[in-house]
């Protein structure tokens, strides 16, 4: 689950499965990408827990 961010980043985008949870998950949003880490929580979500990532920084795509 990822958690901070922009806000227009849907909810549907949000949850995502994830191979390792040291690496950091990176997301294609508008003109970059937005980077969320593994914080160490877990949140339930209908019944289930998910590793939560915190948003952590973005980067541009050069022109």
Do not use: N
């Amino acid at each position: 689950m990822l958690a901070g961010g922009p806000e227009d980043l849907g909810e549907t985008a949000r949850v995502r499965e994830v191979g390792d949870l040291a690496e950091t998950v990176k997301v294609s949003f508008a003109s970059g990408y937005e980077h969320f880490a593994h914080s160490g929580e877990t949140a339930e979500i209908d019944g289930y827990r998910f590793p939560v990532f915190q948003w952590c920084g973005q980067t541009r795509i050069a022109e």
